[in-house]
């Protein structure tokens, strides 16, 4: 286990949404965007935010302790992501040991997730991975800040994958079983990839 401060988190929010047919982190529910909310819900469980966006993507300036690194790869997808965010983290003042991995697109995110992971990260593990059965979830997840460097080599191999990195650790897989304890509904897990997702959770949230 790890304690909070030494804990980041890292909001990849730099996808197409080619499903959703609009940029997601900046669709609305109760007045603010799902990029916000986000942000919001994980700040109070970790000591800094790092946004990873597009290189055009508009975001606000926010927080003191909310950075925004941009894509480096264009449309590289979550693996460059984590890549970029956890080699940045290692070159900062005073940086983390691991950081929370998730996506802008998950407003049912529950903070209570966030610290059963954190409380899982012993010494004998890389990672700290939601999965169910043969399904990992490689964006609700605790990457320590050395597994840079596996998922920079991942990288240059060719490998696109966010799960490969997990794969490729000492990982903590967190089976639903553990996650329902603390989300019953398992709605942290849940995408919000379509319009029909993106109405599904404002119908949750009312």
Known sequence: MIKLEQLAGVVLCGGKSRR???????????????LQRICRIVQPEVSRILIVAAVDQQIP???????VLRDEIRDAGPLAGI??????????????AAAFVTSCDVPLLKPELIRLLRNQLT??????VVRDS?????????????????????????QHRAAALSENLRTCWVPLDM????????????????PEDYEHVKQALL
């Open 20 to 34: 959703m047919g609009q940029e997601k982190y900046r669709l609305v529910v109760l007045g603010e965007t799902l």
């Open 61 to 67: 300036q926010s927080e003191s302790n909310i950075e």
């Open 83 to 96: 890549s970029q965010a956890l080699t940045y983290l290692q070159t900062t003042e005073d940086a983390p």
């Open 123 to 128: 010494e004998e593990f890389d990672a700290v």
């Open 134 to 158: 043969n399904f990992a979830y490689p964006l609700c997840a605790i990457y320590r800040i050395a597994a840079a460097a596996t998922a920079a080599r991942l990288i240059t191999s060719g």
């Open 179 to 194: 996650i329902r304890n603390v989300d019953q509904n398992l709605d942290s897990l849940l995408n919000c990839n379509t």
